[in-house]
């Protein structure tokens, strides 16, 4: 985390993911309609408030450094994120409703978003992808109006409903000397290094951690699955998830005596709106919540 917090200019991201994706910086200032100099000094300014170089520049060519690689996904998810809010502010100014529902990986939409769109069937529905490490701000700053979630998050200003839980499982090398078992429990472990959901907050990081964490940090299952692999440690994961990522080097091994993950449905119910009180119901009824 930044000691001195800095807000990102939209243009410069933009500036940014055109010369990372062509690494060429003429290249990107004939896309982006910029004189090159210009296009230079916004990139440069942009390296100045990270505090980082994003590229290393030599008469030949040009590379993203280790910091930008990681940098490009990220401007990527920030920039889908700005336009997909003024989207939403420009049908709504139009008089056009819309819902946007937030999802983790694995969580399972299909019921609720379903039964949701019969009861309205001309409501136009979009689905944004959230992480563990930023559930609450999406609701909050409007990107999303409900979202599935996983449990704990911070339930400041949200309203939060549990709907189903969730086996976990462990993820190990496919030679690890445990992955052939059925089942094993938490014990089994001890000793095994830990991989972290990088940037957790406390509560999650309690729960999903697995203390003590002594491996590296990931932030996705590419950095998971690679760590996994190169044999860096293990990490408990929903099963849901591992179904999405079937492989013959990895095994993934139902923990018996670890409580399940639960996920949840949240929205900032200090901002009422007929259409997410009406999602809820849709959920309730299509999860039998309550029978």
Sequence with gaps: MLDNPMDLDLRKLRYFVAVAERLHFGQAALALHVTQPALSRQVRQLERDLGVELFTRTSRNVTLTAAGEQFLDDAKTLLAAGQAVQDRVRRIGAGERTVTVGFMLGTDVTAAVNAFSARHPDVPLELVRIRWWNQQQPLLDRTVDIGFVRLPIDAEGLKVLPLYPERLSVVLPADHPLAGEAAIGISALAGEPI???????????????????????????????????AGRGVVLIPDPVAALFPRPDIAYVPVTDVP?????????????????TDFVEAARTALRLGE
Excluded: K, Q
């Design 260 to 276: 399940p993950g639960r996920v949840a449905l949240a929205w900032d119910d200090t901002r009422p709106s007929s259409l997410v």
């Design 195 to 229: 991989l972290r959901y990088a940037d957790a907050d406390p509560d999650w990081a309690a729960v999903w951690n697995a203390e003590p964490s002594r491996g590296p940090a990931f932030h996705d299952m590419e950095e998971l699955l690679g760590y996994i692999r």
